[in-house]
């Protein structure tokens, strides 16, 4: 089944302690990125990938990290997380070209107290 | 002002209803466009693609106007499984740079 997997679905952690978020793909999309999305605020994008090694800041890339090593996986790193980084996180992808929209998983739910 | 806006709704229609969201952009170089569709917190699902000439889907219609910089959905007859969230996306010229609008809430009443 082609899909976009995240994980962990859920994840509630301290200020402070490094976290990684995994999202794989199977469909061997080029374009990968990263929303969060925030009540009142709408989803916004964090990071996103054109290829293997080529990344860019989205809006909102503060307090993130990523990396694109691998065409399918296009992890998201937490340094050091903070409560303002409490969201739902979403990853996604998407062939080339500019009529596809993206691929969403479904979802990674993180609180940081 | 947002690069996307769109009428939060929430818009409350009977079933059987016509209805029509629409969603304004700020960047003239935007290339592509998108409604989405999002159900309670679950993830965004691709509703359609927007494309110049319009387009039909069923009982789903979207148009683009350029000059005027909005995007529009039209849902006919509407049924109860219509209520979601619907998002507009517009893509830059930057290859993979998405930008959603914050969502217009639709419910579908018997």
């Known amino acids: 089944e082609a899909q976009v997997t995240q994980n962990p679905r859920y994840l509630i952690t301290v200020t402070g302690k490094k976290l990684t978020v995994t999202c794989s793909q199977n469909?061997?999309?080029?374009?990968m990125s990263w929303y969060r999305q925030d009540p009142g605020l709408g989803l916004r994008q964090i990071y996103y990938s054109m290829n293997v090694e080529v990344t860019d800041k989205g809006d909102v890339p503060e307090g993130y990290k990523v990396s694109r090593k691998e065409k399918r996986n296009f992890p998201l790193i937490l340094e050091s997380p903070s409560p303002n980084q409490t969201s739902l996180y979403f990853c996604?992808?998407?062939?080339?070209?500019?009529?596809?929209?993206?691929?969403f998983g479904s979802g990674t739910r993180l609180t940081v107290v | 002002r947002k690069e996307v806006e769109q009428d939060p709704g929430p818009f409350n229609v009977p079933e059987g209803a016509t209805v029509a969201f629409n969603c304004t952009y700020s960047?003239?170089?935007?290339?592509?466009f998108f409604w989405y569709r999002q159900d309670c917190r679950k993830e965004p699902k691709l509703l359609m693609s927007v494309y110049s000439s319009g387009n039909e889907d069923g009982r789903f219609t979207a148009q683009l106007n350029r000059a005027s910089q909005y995007i529009s959905l039209l849902i006919r007859d509407s049924k109860l499984s219509d209520s979601a969230t619907y998002l507009c996306v517009v893509n830059g010229n930057r290859a993979g740079k998405s930008t959603f609008g914050d969502g217009t809430t639709l419910t579908v009443k018997p």
């Open positions: 469909m061997n999309h080029e374009y």
């Open positions: 960047n003239s170089a935007s290339q592509s």
């Open positions: 996604a992808s998407s062939p080339l070209g500019r009529n596809y929209g993206y691929t």
